[in-house]
């Protein structure tokens, strides 16, 4: 129907930018008149006689991080839109189509290859200071200062700064890539992650403060029981009483503690009316003929050891001719109670008042032998 040869496309046997403004204005004639579905065959010829030049473009940014096939691609959707939008009395197809072409693949560099979203002002601000830090360096022989790349672009230096450390986010480093050396290490390894662990402390920190409001004999019994793995029967064996008594002790400390985590002021202990406390220190000084007899029982901790110090210090200077600690009632003796005997030794000692410790349980011997403190055997 149109086999004019002045209207019609001309073969591709020689592409050169005459031709293609040649095939540009013959496909404007072409279609000129015809419906738009009569046009999809004529502009179809046009794109495939510009595609050599479209894929000529392309290959001008190969290198730069992307895949070649995708700028190529890039480069076709821009020639599409060159096609559907020439207007042949605005100038050259082929200087209008390179335009078109370089901007998508500009726009795709800028938008599709971050690593890490940026805005798009950062993004336009990070290509002028590329292309400001390149003109700067050939005329100043080189690399320019931000505040000289503030003045060249007329931007605040805190956008200039902005812009440089954004540039970093083009192409992060993987996760999976050595540290370096001769390490196994991967960048991912030096990345912290959520502690499951922080959920629990004010609850660490609380049940914390409230076992050392515990008598000493529970504390040590709940360290052995929850820390040391310990059985009940070697509780037991290691305080010298029953297990029946071990599990007694361990259900009213942890009942305790349950209720102290749920009130706003810990319940006082409360060690039952039918029975004394047998974790509450007492202390009794009885004067013998001329030795001075100081009777020890409960527990030893840091609440009593203080009134243990002031009664074995007052038994000394009183110089006596000896000075006997009965600790047949005692059921242990924690670091503070330990301090406090040793307190009365070094006295005792500077003084010259002979000091026996005398009727030691079996697990309080073993604490204070290794503590230094050698009771005599009863």
Same mark, same amino acid.
């Given at each position: 129907?149109?086999?004019?040869?002045?209207?019609?496309?001309?073969?591709?046997?020689?592409?050169?930018?005459?031709?293609?403004?040649?095939?540009?204005?013959?496909?404007?004639?072409?279609?000129?008149?015809?419906?738009?579905?009569?046009?999809?065959?004529?502009?179809?010829?046009?794109?495939? *006689?510009?595609?050599?030049?479209?894929?000529?473009? =392309?290959?001008?940014?190969?290198?730069?991080?992307?895949?070649?096939?995708?700028?190529?691609?890039?480069?076709?959707?821009?020639?599409?839109?060159?096609?559907?939008?020439?207007?042949?009395?605005?100038?050259? *197809?082929?200087?209008?189509?390179?335009?078109?072409?370089?901007?998508?693949?500009?726009?795709?560099?800028? $938008?599709?290859?971050?690593?890490?979203?940026?805005?798009?002002?950062?993004?336009?601000?990070?290509?002028?200071?590329?292309?400001?830090?390149?003109?700067?360096?050939?005329?100043?022989?080189?690399?320019?200062?931000?505040?000289?790349?503030?003045?060249?672009?007329?931007?605040?230096?805190? +956008?200039?700064?902005?812009?440089?450390?954004?540039?970093?986010?083009?192409?992060?480093?993987?996760?999976?890539?050595?540290?370096?050396? +001769?390490?196994?290490?991967?960048?991912?390894?030096? !990345?912290?992650?959520?502690?499951?662990?922080?959920?629990?402390?004010?609850?660490? !920190?609380?049940?914390?403060?409230?076992?050392?409001?515990?008598?000493?004999?529970?504390?040590?019994?709940?360290?052995?029981?929850?820390?040391?793995?310990?059985?009940?029967? +070697?509780?037991?064996?290691?305080?010298?009483?029953?297990?029946?008594?071990?599990?007694?002790?361990?259900?009213?400390?942890?009942?305790?503690?349950?209720?102290?985590?749920?009130? $706003?002021?810990?319940?006082?202990?409360?060690?039952?009316?039918?029975?004394?406390?047998?974790?509450?220190?007492?202390?009794? !000084?009885?004067?013998?003929?001329?030795?001075?007899?100081?009777?020890?029982?409960? +527990?030893?901790?840091?609440?009593?050891?203080?009134?243990?110090?002031? =009664?074995?210090?007052?038994?000394?200077?009183?110089?006596?001719?000896?000075?006997?600690?009965?600790?047949?009632?005692?059921?242990?003796?924690?670091?503070?109670?330990?301090?406090?005997?040793?307190?009365?030794?070094?006295?005792?000692?500077?003084?010259? !008042?002979?000091?026996?410790?005398?009727?030691?349980?079996?697990?309080?011997?073993?604490?204070?032998?290794?503590?230094?403190?050698?009771?005599?055997?009863?």
């Amino acid at each position: 129907m149109f086999g004019q040869t002045s209207t019609t496309t001309p073969p591709p046997t020689d592409r050169g930018l005459e031709d293609l403004d040649a095939a540009a204005l013959a496909y404007a004639a072409r279609i000129e008149g015809l419906p738009p579905e009569r046009r999809q065959e004529a502009r179809d010829d046009l794109v495939r *006689f510009a595609l050599p030049f479209a894929g000529r473009l =392309a290959r001008r940014y190969r290198g730069r991080g992307e895949p070649l096939e995708d700028l190529e691609q890039v480069a076709r959707l821009g020639l599409v839109n060159a096609v559907d939008r020439y207007d042949p009395e605005r100038g050259s *197809f082929t200087a209008y189509a390179a335009i078109t072409i370089v901007g998508e693949i500009k726009r795709h560099f800028r $938008d599709r290859t971050w690593g890490v979203h940026v805005p798009r002002r950062l993004r336009d601000l990070i290509l002028e200071v590329g292309q400001a830090t390149a003109a700067l360096t050939s005329e100043l022989s080189r690399a320019p200062t931000v505040a000289e790349l503030s003045k060249r672009l007329e931007t605040p230096e805190e +956008e200039i700064l902005a812009a440089l450390e954004s540039a970093a986010g083009y192409s992060p480093a993987s996760l999976n890539a050595p540290v370096g050396g +001769e390490s196994s290490a991967e960048f991912g390894d030096l !990345v912290g992650e959520s502690d499951n662990a922080l959920e629990s402390v004010d609850d660490r !920190v609380t049940v914390s403060g409230l076992l050392h409001r515990l008598p000493w004999r529970e504390r040590r019994i709940l360290a052995m029981r929850f820390y040391g793995n310990q059985t009940q029967a +070697e509780i037991a064996a290691r305080f010298g009483i029953s297990q029946m008594h071990v599990s007694r002790l361990l259900s009213r400390a942890l009942t305790w503690l349950r209720q102290a985590m749920l009130a $706003d002021a810990p319940p006082p202990w409360q060690n039952g009316a039918a029975e004394p406390d047998p974790g509450k220190t007492r202390i009794s !000084v009885k004067q013998n003929g001329d030795r001075v007899v100081v009777e020890v029982g409960g +527990e030893v901790d840091r609440d009593g050891a203080d009134q243990l110090r002031r =009664a074995m210090l007052e038994a000394v200077t009183g110089q006596p001719s000896e000075v006997v600690v009965d600790l047949v009632g005692a059921g242990g003796f924690d670091a503070g109670g330990i301090a406090a005997l040793m307190a009365g030794r070094d006295a005792a000692a500077r003084t010259g !008042v002979p000091l026996r410790l005398t009727r030691v349980q079996p697990a309080v011997r073993r604490s204070l032998t290794a503590a230094g403190l050698a009771p005599a055997r009863d």
